[in-house]
C-alpha cells in the first residue's frame, strides 16, 4: 500500500493483521540482532585475547627474552646502584623481580645482585610488643636477602635513623632490643664480611666482641663505625673491635665525637 491510499472498512482487518505480523517480525530482528551483539562483543573479547597472546609469544622469542641467562644477569648487575643496594621494591635487585617471572628466576639465580646490602631501621620502629613481629620478618627478610648471594663477600650497611648523633644515652638504648635482633642477624654472615659499615648507638657495639677468631671474619677488608658522644663509650668500644686482627683487615674508619684512646691504640701493621 501507498501512504496516500485509504484503506476500505472491509480493508481495515487486514491492515491491522498485517501491522501485527510487521510488529512481530520486527520483534524478532531486533532480538536477533541483541544476540548478534552479545555474540559480536564475545568475539571482540577473543580477538583482544588473542593478540595480547601473539604479542606476549612474540615476547619469548625477541629481545631480551631470546638472550643468554649469562647475558641477563650482567645486565642486571649494571642495574644496580653503586652503593649497596637498598631493600625497596622499586629500585634494583627488587625491581627485577616484579616484571615476569623469567626475570624473576633470573634475578634470585644471580648471587652478585643479593652481595650488597643496606640496611636503614625506621625511626618508627621498635621491638614492642605491638612491632615484634615486624622486626622478626625483617629480620627474616635480611636472611633471605643475604642466602640468595651464595658463598659471595658481601658488603653490608647499617644504619639506625632513630639514633641522632645528638641523642641521649637514653634514647639509643630505646632501640636496643630491635637492633640487637638485627645485628645478629648480620653477625650470622660474619664469615662473609667483606665490607662493614655501621652508624649505631655505642651500646649496640657488643655484638662485635664475641667475634675473636681470624676464622670469624676471614674476609672482612674494610669497616667503618660511626658512633654518637656518650660517656663510657671507650669501655665498650674497646671490647668490640678484637675483629681488627682479621687476616684481611685493609681500612679502618671511626666516626665519632670524642678522643678516645681505644682509637690510638689500634692495632696497626
Not at 649469562?70 to 645486565?75: A, D, F, P, V, W
Not at 640496611?119 to 610488643?129: K, N
Not at 633471605?144 to 658481601?154: A, E, H, M, Y
Not at 658522644?229 to 675483629?243: E, F, H
Amino acid at each position: 500500500m501507498r501512504g496516500n491510499y485509504c484503506a476500505t472498512r472491509a480493508e481495515v482487518p487486514l491492515v491491522r493483521q498485517a501491522i501485527k505480523e510487521l510488529l512481530q517480525k520486527r520483534s524478532y530482528i531486533e532480538s536477533r540482532v541483541e544476540l548478534f551483539k552479545i555474540l559480536l562483543d564475545d568475539l571482540h573479547f577473543q580477538l583482544k585475547n588473542v593478540n595480547e597472546h601473539i604479542r606476549s609469544h612474540h615476547l619469548y622469542i625477541s629481545g631480551i627474552h631470546s638472550l643468554p641467562l649469562e647475558l641477563i644477569r650482567k645486565i642486571f648487575f649494571f642495574c644496580l646502584p653503586s652503593t649497596n643496594c637498598a631493600m625497596v621494591a622499586t629500585e634494583a635487585p627488587l625491581v627485577l623481580t616484579r616484571v615476569c617471572r623469567h626475570w624473576r628466576e633470573a634475578a634470585f639465580s644471580t648471587p652478585e645482585l643479593w652481595s650488597r646490602l643496606h640496611i636503614s631501621v625506621p625511626r618508627g620502629l621498635a621491638m614492642e610488643e605491638k612491632n615484634s613481629g615486624v622486626v622478626m620478618r625483617f629480620g627474616e627478610a635480611i636472611t633471605t636477602w643475604l642466602n640468595r648471594s651464595g658463598n659471595l663477600p658481601l658488603s653490608i650497611s647499617f644504619i639506625d635513623d632513630r639514633v641522632s648523633h645528638n641523642d641521649s644515652e637514653q634514647t639509643a638504648d630505646s632501640s636496643s632490643t630491635s637492633d640487637s635482633h638485627i645485628l645478629r642477624v648480620i653477625a650470622s654472615f660474619s664469615h662473609r664480611w667483606a665490607h662493614l659499615s655501621l652508624d649505631i648507638g655505642y651500646r649496640h657495639l657488643h655484638f662485635l666482641a664475641h667475634l675473636t677468631s681470624e676464622s670469624d671474619v676471614p674476609l672482612l677488608k674494610k669497616i667503618q663505625i660511626e658512633v654518637p658522644r656518650y660517656y663510657g663509650a671507650d669501655s665498650v668500644l674497646g671490647q668490640s673491635l678484637s675483629l681488627l686482627h682479621a687476616p684481611s683487615i685493609k681500612e679502618v674508619s671511626f666516626w665519632n665525637r670524642w678522643s678516645s684512646p681505644v682509637l690510638s691504640s689500634l692495632p696497626m701493621r
